[in-house]
């Protein structure tokens, strides 16, 4: 496939589509990081992940509509608020569904991902009913519109930037707390030994309930990220959870840096190969690779040595 | 338990809650349905195959996979294949710019037929192919995965991820496959019109048929030391594998089984509803068959049955009245069915019908009252202490 061009030609072509793909390699750590905690450290999963997601995206898009009716002045800034509603409300909503369901089964993972998968379609559908089924847009403030010249070919845009610092922000603040922090320390403790951990006087249960809701919480900023590089509708979040879920075990599923990395390959592998082949023969090479990789490879990319 | 002869099974109590199956749909459901419905039953019949693919994988060996739509989808588009290739005569397709090949391929400027459509012109072939396809993609899916002993939610994420990728792969290759329409305007099987509605209760029939064929094998297999084994590697898989057991080889045979049984159920899906579409593969769907199975009971074969017709009849009855309301439902199943009877229907018949009939049997003493130890083993297995006492 690469015949058809010449060396200097295919140097700008990767260098074209690997901006591209960085778009999506922010989406990717966005949910990624979300799930890296819920998922890697708890063992959870959480099928509504997405949805949770999109519960940012939504409170950012009323948000900027109270801005823009109220205080049009303060539109500039509108995203930075909205950025910590989208946290605490996606955060709430996480601590009450571990309250609700997930607490109850915490021995049965795979009931897990089939209760989540139930609670996923309940949001979807509410979603449809509060915002209608069409995918709404948020107004982008001033500064955040245009793009940086890099060379003749490549231009970034602006957003596009914007959404991938918060995106590695995110992940060096879960580094930090999950591996530099108290709290992050009792979370670890849980996960590897519980009654250890409770004999110690941590308690398990808030911390389980904690953890959940940060994760939530992180994929509620995710979405409110999201609407600034794209437009959100009910099921927007559903399209990306199994290839989030592929990113979070490629990389192995208790190592940020593994999952960044995945991310980081996924999205250029799929980025790289769409503009030599239709865009699902892309996705569907970069998925069967990541497939085959983990049936020789399942502990993914970045293995945590632990004895078992 | 020993089962001395087969008459002697079905008077047995297993036996005849077999037999009212039977009877519901052979007799009672032909009877009381036009054409119409009956031929949605059967389409709701399809699945209980890949429910009782489930309940064996899922239930008996802990395996989940939410991958079962890929199998479903594969047996479907092998019979369309052939059902296809059977409609587009030179004749037929006289119009076309290339007659003889089906009409999708020449809308997508496809002028050849391609090498893996030739072998559907046979019937023979597409039989075994029904069977042999999803068997064998399960075979290798089952030999790189159990045999580095990814299981659990791993196993899960990587068949959702296998049904996407095949979903992406049916829609994009368009010219190949009829794309995200999927293979439609299937006319006759060998001749026979399959559009009639003595044709559709025919298959119906047929479906009924196959269906207690494969229950009876997985009943077979569920009742031998094989599937003493599944229960055991289910529960202690270390403690198997330690005693010499290869518990990959098991686990890879009842998954290529449960894949069969898929796609069986798929061939005859396709029959009934006449084509064969992508949206039936994918990660929705396949999701969807494994609440089929958990509603019935993920340990009960005949809970799969029921639990897959009871869902899709209530999924074309909410989808014909009130269509907004169905996700709510949907979802509200599978929470309810996880957190507050993880057993299902066929578990909550255990605990609060069983004893009732146990005291009309033991009132009436009538002769089918069967001996204790013949129910007792399924009754004892069917609630694994750690599923039905939870411990905060």
């Not at chain 1, 496939?1 to 700008?12: G, H, I, P």
């Not at chain 1, 610092?165 to 060096?172: E, K, P």
């Not at chain 2, 003595?198 to 269906?211: C, D, G, M, Q, S």
């Not at chain 2, 898989?237 to 998954?255: P, T």
Request: hydrophobic letters at 55%; proline letters at 4%.
């Amino acid at each position: 496939m690469f015949a058809d061009y010449s060396s200097t030609e295919l140097l700008s072509i990767f260098a074209m589509q690997g901006f591209a793909g960085l778009s999506l390699f922010s989406v990717f750590v966005l949910m990624a990081m979300g799930l890296a905690i819920i998922f890697g450290q708890m063992g959870v999963i959480n099928m509504a992940h997405g949805e949770f997601m999109i519960l940012g995206a939504y409170t950012t898009y009323l948000t900027s509509q109270f801005f823009q009716t109220y205080m049009p002045g303060l539109f500039a800034g509108y995203f930075f608020v909205a950025m910590v509603l989208a946290f605490l409300i996606s955060g709430a909503l996480g601590a009450f569904v571990e309250w609700a369901m997930v607490r109850h089964l915490y021995r049965r993972p795979l009931d897990t991902l089939l209760a989540t998968w139930g609670l996923s379609l309940i949001m979807q559908q509410a979603y449809r009913s509060i915002f209608g089924a069409r995918e709404v847009g948020v107004e982008l403030p001033d500064w955040m519109m245009g793009a940086f010249q890099v060379s003749d070919l490549v231009q970034l845009p602006v957003n596009g930037l914007f959404v991938m610092i918060i995106a590695l922000s995110i992940a060096l603040a879960v580094y930090l707390l999950m591996f530099r922090s108290g709290w992050g320390r009792k979370v670890r403790a849980v996960v590897q030994n519980r009654p250890m951990a409770e004999a110690v006087g941590i308690n398990t249960a808030g911390v389980d309930r904690a953890t959940f809701a940060l994760g939530c919480g992180i994929a509620g900023v995710a979405g409110s990220a999201f609407t600034m590089i794209g437009s959100t509708g009910p099921s927007s979040g559903q399209a990306y959870i199994v290839d989030t879920f592929l990113v979070v075990v490629f990389g192995g599923a208790q190592s940020l840096i593994g999952t960044i990395v995945s991310a980081f390959s996924i999205s250029q592998a799929q980025s790289t190969m769409e503009f030599f082949l239709s865009g699902s023969m892309a996705k569907v090479l970069t998925l069967l690779t990541v497939v085959i990789i983990l049936m020789l490879r399942p502990e993914g990319l970045m293995a945590l040595k632990i004895r078992r | 338990m020993k089962t001395s002869s087969p008459l002697k099974w079905l008077l047995s109590r297993e036996g005849l809650y077999y037999l009212a199956l039977a009877l519901l749909l052979a007799v009672i459901l032909p009877l009381a349905l036009d054409p119409f419905r009956l031929n949605m039953v059967g389409k709701y019949l399809t699945y209980a195959f890949v429910a009782i693919g489930l309940v064996m994988c899922w239930g008996k060996a802990g395996i989940l996979s939410l991958g079962q739509g890929v199998f479903f989808g594969l047996g479907g588009y092998c019979m369309a294949m052939f059902l296809k290739l059977e409609a587009s005569t030179p004749e037929a397709t006289a119009h076309q710019s290339t007659p003889g090949i089906p009409d999708f391929m020449d809308w997508n400027q496809v002028t050849e037929l391609p090498w893996f459509w030739q072998p559907f012109h046979s019937f023979s072939f597409t039989l075994m192919a029904v069977l042999l396809v999803p068997g064998l993609l399960a075979f290798i899916i089952g030999v790189a995965m159990f045999k580095r002993r990814v299981s659990g939610v791993y196993f899960a994420i990587i068949t959702q991820a296998i049904a996407s990728i095949l979903t992406i792969l049916i829609i994009g290759q368009q010219g190949y496959t009829g794309g995200v329409n999927g293979i439609t305007d299937l006319q006759t099987l060998m001749g026979w019109s399959i559009r009639t509605d003595e044709a559709k209760t025919t298959l119906y029939f047929v479906a009924v048929a196959v269906l207690f064929l494969c229950l009876l094998v997985a009943r077979w297999v569920d009742h031998s030391k094989f599937g003493r084994i599944l229960l055991a590697m289910r529960d202690q898989e270390n403690r198997v594998r330690f005693s010499g057991y290869d518990v990959a080889a098991f686990k890879i045979f009842i998954f290529c089984l449960a894949a069969m049984f898929a796609g069986i159920g798929g061939a005859l899906f396709t029959l009934q509803v006449g084509f064969m579409s992508p949206s039936f593969v994918g990660i929705v769907p396949s999701i969807e068959m494994v609440v089929f199975c958990a509603l019935g009971g993920r340990y009960s074969l005949l809970g799969g049955v029921y639990g897959a017709l009871l869902v899709n009849a209530a999924k074309s009855g909410f989808s014909e009245s009130f269509p907004e309301l169905w996700p709510y439902a949907m979802g509200a199943l599978f929470i309810g069915v996880v957190l507050a009877f993880p057993n299902g229907l066929a578990g909550l018949y255990r605990r609060y019908v069983m004893p009732l009939e146990d005291r009309l049997l033991r009132g009436k003493k009538t002769p089918a009252a069967a001996p204790k130890e013949t129910t007792a083993r399924r009754d004892d297995e069917a609630l694994p202490d750690h599923l039905s006492v939870e411990k905060p």
